[in-house]
């Protein structure tokens, strides 16, 4: 399905190649899971362009391609692209540095480099039914390890502490490496959307905020969950509603053909009317797959529209500083009547101890 996305891009743009350098695109179009590589796309031949330590590794998992050995780096790309006699070959704009980029039009001056920016964003958006199944599958590694992992909250656990036991619950448990280091917030921290996990004790009345996910067959998973550690309040009970509310109006928008944009506002919208606007600043959902971000953005401004087959996920927040933050976050998978939510992990209100 890939190959086929490049060849239309190709002809509509009227190239005779493409150069991609990105790993996550690389990996979806050939296979190949190493951390560097630069992929030729023709029309006739696909070449993997690899150094000595990938080589090998290239050939037993690549396909549709042929690994080619590749010495001196973008320079020896810039060679052997000149090699070829090609006129005009796009490039990923959003893979290459402009560094990099300076080297490969130093080396191919009788080659005209057109740059493919929203074309190549927009690549794995739509997943196929193997995707899903590794996506799933990534899921349900994560969400085993989260339900153990709960075993450690209670009262002077370290946040980095539970931050490392669900990253080695989640290994042991089959994952090729968490899709992101885990995040766990407590107490006020839980503010930071994206806090990194400290030394602090977590403490009765806490609010935690867990973000993790881990990886199977090189795709990635995404939750939020937020617990209470012993008895909530009032208030406390009062903003995981909300946000337990945006949630799940989010969540009833989204159906093929509607706006990304449109599904951010029904989150956005009812945590604005609840008077916390100004405490929720990032976007409702971001696409998932083989990186743990990517296209599509469901944001305020995305053009984008939901598509059937699209993986993005639901996750609004509120977060307030010195008092603490919650989000709850979800997978979706866009469907011909609507939208199959992925993530089992009930998102009610939960106390522990």
Request: proline letters at 3%; charged letters at 25%; hydrophobic letters at 40%.
């Amino acid at each position: 399905m890939g190959e086929r996305k490049i060849q239309e891009i190709l002809h509509r743009r009227k190239l005779e190649g493409s150069l991609i350098f990105s790993p996550e695109n690389i990996q979806y179009l050939t296979g190949f899971s190493g951390g560097e590589g630069y992929l030729l796309v023709g029309e006739g031949e696909n070449l993997l362009m690899v150094d000595a330590r990938y080589i090998i590794q290239a050939q037993e998992e690549t396909r549709g391609c042929r690994p080619f050995l590749l010495e001196k780096g973008i320079k020896g790309v810039a060679a052997h692209i000149s090699t070829l006699g090609l006129r005009r070959v796009g490039f990923e704009a959003a893979g290459i540095s402009v560094a990099l980029f300076e080297q490969l039009q130093e080396g191919v001056v009788e080659v005209e480099l057109v740059p493919l920016k929203e074309e190549m964003e927009r690549l794995r958006g739509v997943k196929t039914s193997d995707e899903i199944a590794w996506i799933k599958g990534a899921i349900d590694i994560a969400e085993g390890a989260w339900e153990k992992s709960l075993e450690m909250v209670k009262p002077g656990t370290r946040e980095d502490e539970l931050a490392l036991e669900l990253e080695y619950i989640m290994k042991r448990g089959g994952s090729e490496g968490v899709a992101f280091e885990p995040i766990v917030a407590s107490g006020p921290r839980s503010a930071l959307p994206h806090a990194h996990p400290t030394s602090r004790k977590l403490d009765e009345g806490d609010l935690v905020l867990f973000d993790f996910g881990s990886r199977y067959h090189g795709y990635t998973s995404d939750e939020t969950c937020t617990v209470i550690l012993g008895r909530a309040t009032q208030e406390q009970k009062r903003i995981y509603q909300i946000v337990r509310e945006a949630h799940d109006k989010a969540l009833e928008r989204v159906r093929p053909g509607i706006t990304l944009a449109e599904i951010d506002a029904a989150a956005r919208g009812h945590i604005s009317e609840a008077g916390h606007g100004e405490h929720f600043g990032h976007g409702t959902g971001h696409g998932v797959g083989l990186a743990v971000h990517e296209w599509p953005v469901v944001g305020r401004d995305s053009p984008d529209v939901a598509e059937e087959g699209m993986i993005f996920t639901i996750e609004p927040g509120i977060y307030i500083s010195g008092w603490g933050g919650v989000r709850i976050e979800d997978m979706v998978l866009v469907t011909s009547g609507g939208c199959e939510v992925l993530t089992k992990i009930s998102k009610d209100l939960m106390t522990i101890g």
